[in-house]
């Protein structure tokens, strides 16, 4: 019989549990989660950004809608690098060595990262420059 480590029986443990323990194991998974994010330096660098950035939502008298999309273009770019971080951690898993396919689907995430990044510096420039 296979021997499984407390932390593969931590994280199995979710999806035997129903109800309030379920989201009890969930929660704790999305903090290792978050704990994993920030050990990768783009995530760091991205929540400092969004530390500079967020302020302005709320120092300059925009309207709802624009602080929507300005706080919302932040977060797309969080979830967004989030994402590319875990496609990089599965590829990586699977093998180190170069591969075509591996590469592709790297590059691509690191595409939508980058698209999300345009896409906050747009929102932001073009609320910035309508109260400025």
Request: proline share 2%; with cysteine.
């Amino acid at each position: 019989m296979k021997k499984t480590s407390k932390k593969n029986q931590k994280a199995t443990s979710a999806k035997k549990n129903k109800g309030i323990n379920r989201l009890y194991f969930a929660t704790i998974n999305s903090f290792s989660g978050f704990k994993f994010a920030f050990e990768e330096s783009a995530f760091r660098q991205e929540l400092l950004l969004s530390i500079f950035f967020l302020p302005i939502a709320f120092i300059l008298p925009t309207i709802l809608v624009e602080k929507l999309l300005m706080v919302g273009s932040i977060l797309i770019l969080l979830i967004v690098e989030l994402l590319n971080s875990s496609i990089e951690a599965t590829i990586d898993r699977i093998s180190y060595s170069h591969h075509n396919l591996s590469k592709k689907a790297k590059d691509i995430s690191s595409c939508a990262v980058l698209i999300s990044l345009i896409f906050v510096f747009i929102v932001y420039i073009s609320v910035i420059i309508k109260y400025v």
